[in-house]
Nanobody, 124 residues
Framework: QVQLVESGGGLVQAGGSLRLSCVAS????????MGWFRQAPGKEREFVAA????????YYADSVKGRFTISKDNAKRTVHLQMNSLKPEDTAVYYC?????????????????WGQGTQVTVSS
């Protein structure tokens, strides 16, 4: 069983930055792919970014490419999402997810474990 705890959300003005963190329990974190998803009110959960077990291969949604960076620290069992040049449309609850098969899928069904989410609000 893996537990994921996100932190780092908050209120920021458009153009600002936030860094989300997700700390995982469990001894096999290094073999997991990790992903970030988000869900805005009235919308479906959508893929934001993912990283394979090694932390080398990274994938991004087109809407965040060039602005967001995902990183994985296996020693600290942590995955970060650095968000720069934030826009009001980035406002959502952000979820961290773990994929024990290491696939780093863009689909939420590809993940076994989820955090509770952290709210990000970007004001215009």
């Amino acid at each position: 069983q893996v537990q994921l705890v996100e932190s780092g959300g908050g209120l920021v003005q458009a153009g600002g930055s936030l860094r989300l963190s997700c700390v995982a329990s469990g001894r096999t974190f290094s073999s997991y792919a990790m992903g970030w998803f988000r869900q805005a009110p009235g919308k479906e959960r959508e893929f934001v970014a993912a990283v394979r077990w090694s932390g080398i291969s990274r994938y991004y949604a087109d809407s965040v490419k060039g602005r967001f960076t995902i990183s994985k620290d296996n020693a600290k069992r942590t995955v970060h999402l650095q968000m720069n040049s934030l826009k009001p449309e980035d406002t959502a609850v952000y979820y961290c997810a773990a994929d024990s098969a290491g696939r780093a899928s863009r689909w939420s069904t590809g993940y076994d474990y989820w955090g509770q989410g952290t709210q990000v609000t970007v004001s215009s």
